[in-house]
Nanobody, 122 residues
Framework: QVQLVESGGGSVQVGGSLRLSCAAS????????MGWFRQAPGKEREWVAS???????WYTRSVKGRFTISQDNAKNTLYLQMNSLKPEDTAMYYC????????????????WGQGTQVTVSS
């Protein structure tokens, strides 16, 4: 059973930064892809960013240029560096893996973490 454990969430003011981490219970280089989704209260879950086994990355338009996804295979950890945070970034952030190739569609995701809360206040 694969486990994904997120950390690094918290409260920050507008314009601030946070780095989310996702520790995997198996070698991250074995995943076809990893990524991040988020869900704000009263809203549908949305895809945020993904990275595949070749290191290719994708971002949803609203975070492009502000967020950076990366993966450290030596530490079996996925990261999401979030800069210039906005109130609309407030959500529960979920780490995901294997979906099966790009981890962009939540219906195709195999593994989910429990989530970490990010709150951005003005």
């Amino acid at each position: 059973q694969v486990q994904l454990v997120e950390s690094g969430g918290g409260s920050v003011q507008v314009g601030g930064s946070l780095r989310l981490s996702c520790a995997a219970s198996r070698y991250t280089y074995n995943f076809y892809c990893m990524g991040w989704f988020r869900q704000a209260p009263g809203k549908e879950r949305e895809w945020v960013a993904s990275i595949n086994s070749d290191g290719i990355t994708w971002y949803t338009r609203s975070v492009k240029g502000r967020f950076t996804i990366s993966q450290d295979n030596a530490k079996n950890t996925l990261y999401l560096q979030m800069n210039s945070l906005k109130p609309e970034d407030t959500a529960m952030y979920y780490c995901v893996a294997d979906g099966p190739t790009s981890c962009t569609a939540d219906r195709d995701i195999t593994y989910w973490g429990q989530g970490t809360q990010v709150t951005v206040s003005s």
